[in-house]
């Protein structure tokens, strides 16, 4: 078959090993489907900037601006991003092609020590999310938290260096790095929600791009219930206007014939936490995610939101 210029997908990627990972898995269930597949890898500002912790960078799409920009430009056809690490809202014109197959949610324990468990008496836990260490705070009050940033594998460099008896990490990435092995606790989803869009890998492409090629591509690479499920949690970050630093949680989940949202906010301190769990039709799964930041708000959540943003600012 003689090979047509419309059958070449361009990817994008950050170059870690995750985000790598990602890329090749997406390109082969492209290939599978007789796509020839180029990958553009491209660094961006949150793989540069290591030395502080990301709530203080500050900028929206740390992870993705310069991905973004290679979309708008037409060097490439698709990025690909950890779902997780996609802004809650896109410029206009780009838009989300495709959600993939989510892996296990969780976040997990991991550490050298097999025997380790978080119920010790001053141990030092390692974690780059607000999400995760206000939750341990919240449910281990006595842990004591520290920084932990950069890729997986700095991560694991620092926990092997001793900085921190363990660390926490989210599950999708720990397996897709053959970490497995070092996973001492798989936390429970309904204490240790996770951040919206854990798990998922997300496609994301210039709203220009040919229809036919839209449409190919996604049907190649869409799962429809991962995608329900994150439409709503997203659209909850999004009425949340939480992005990465704040420490909202959101897991939605398909029963049947309907979608089913938990969410919510907690304090940086552990000692407030505001939860609600909502259902409705997978069509509405959008208002649905929109309905429960507003519950969130109303319950008090915009009082936890506006406190942290203070803090912050007077840093
Ligand atoms: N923010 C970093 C990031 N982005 C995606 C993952 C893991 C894979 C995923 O959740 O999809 C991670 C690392 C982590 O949170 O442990």
Redesign the pocket.
Known sequence: MSEQPGNIIRIATRGSR?ALWQTHHVAEKLRAANFTVEIEIIQTKGDLVLDRSLDKIGAKGVFTEELEESLRNGVVDIAVH????LQSTLPDDLEILAFMEREKVNDVVISFDSTFTLDREQIVVGTS?TRRRALLKRYYPEIITAECRGN?QTRLQKLKDGQYDAIL??Y??VFRMQYSHLITEILPEDKFVPAAG???IAIECAKNLPLAKKLALRNCLDHEVTHICLTAERAFLRTMEGG?SIPSFALATLHGAHVEITGGIVSLDGQQMITDTLQAAPHEADALGVRLAENILAMGGDQILNFIKAERSSI
């Open positions: 995750l950890s779902a997780k690490d999310s997986l990490l989210a999708a990435g854990q798990g998922s990465c």
